[in-house]
């Protein structure tokens, strides 16, 4: 019963390695009106085949105090010959990081990052703050 169970727990080791394996890092690119932002997507696939996504951002300033001002970043995904597509809000924290994780039924696409007045809105209408293409 000793060895099944760490015959198991190998296994379940090595299949867990394996999906790690997959996850590559992408830096996003900062538009000139947030020079000090940074960021990075690290891309991955879920047992699913769908992209994951964990956008990290690092010294982004607060929507309300961009120039013109906004209430909130919202986080874009647009395939290759479609439409951007809403993610949800990227919110930023006191300390100007935020994060944004989610999935995505493509393997080719970019990921932007926009500061909007509506976190829900359809389409994006405010500045481009990061993008990035993405290809898996």
């Known amino acids: 019963m000793k060895a099944k169970f760490v015959l198991f727990f190998a296994l379940m ?3 867990g390695m394996l999906g790690a394996c997959g996850h590559k890092k992408v830096a996003m690119t900062a538009a000139s ?3 000090a932002a940074t960021g990075h997507a690290e891309i991955g696939t879920d047992r699913n085949g769908n992209t994951t ?3 990290k951002v690092q010294h982004l300033a607060k929507p309300e105090n961009l120039t013109p001002a906004a209430s909130t970043y919202v986080v874009w995904i647009q395939p290759r010959g479609g439409a951007p597509q809403n ?3 990227l919110q930023v924290n006191s300390d100007l990081n935020g994060e944004y994780k989610g999935t995505a039924p493509y393997k080719n696409f970019d990921i932007f990052v926009t500061a909007e007045n509506d976190a829900k809105t359809n389409t994006p209408s405010g500045q481009e703050v990061m993008r ?3 290809e898996r």
Do not use: E, N, W
């Open 13 to 15: 080791v090595s299949v």
């Open 87 to 89: 993610q949800g809000a």
């Open 53 to 55: 996504i964990d956008l």
């Open 33 to 35: 009106t947030v020079p």
């Open 132 to 134: 990035q293409h993405v």
